[in-house]
């Protein structure tokens, strides 16, 4: 499946490919390489970044992938298991965001099974969840400022939203 054409703030655009067409070996966490494309893979789910995405691209996506790795109650207290679906979000979230000069974000999974990316740098706090059907969480906090807010957005608003914005202007 490919990302959404209509959009592509960069050239990149990463493939998304079920772990059931994959064959012979497990592929569990290795990184394939073809020309310039580096395949993520799984076994429920391959991703292929192309090669012009940014470097943190890469290292975000082998993050977010190996979350599927994490089985049912993997924090002891009844966690859902991470959701192939929400890794696809979460990436292409991740798309939509690259044209950002952003330093690289932590992607850590949530008890229902969602993703969740954030940014913690400068006394700045951003944290986006996904939320499932193209949609997201955004909490942004500012302390130094006095700032606090929280909104729901779409993936195709989100790379265009002042906060995530205001981050990337902080210079890194």
Known sequence: ???????????????????????????????LQVG????????????????????????TVRSTISLLSLGENWDSRGARAVSPKSVEEVVRLLHRTAELPLPRPS????????????????????EIESLGADRFRLYFCNDAEGVETETDLTSESIAKDMHLRLLAQRGF
């Open 1 to 31: 499946m490919r990302v959404d054409q209509d959009y592509a703030p960069q050239a990149w655009m990463p493939l998304f490919d079920s772990g059931s067409t994959m064959t012979g070996r497990s592929m569990r966490g290795r990184a």
């Open 36 to 59: 310039t494309a580096v395949t993520y893979a799984h076994p429920q789910m391959r991703i292929t970044v192309g090669g012009d995405a940014p470097d943190w691209i890469h290292s």
């Open 107 to 126: 992607v850590v999974p949530t008890c229902d099974g969602r993703i969740q990316v954030e940014w913690h740098t400068h006394g700045v706090d951003l």
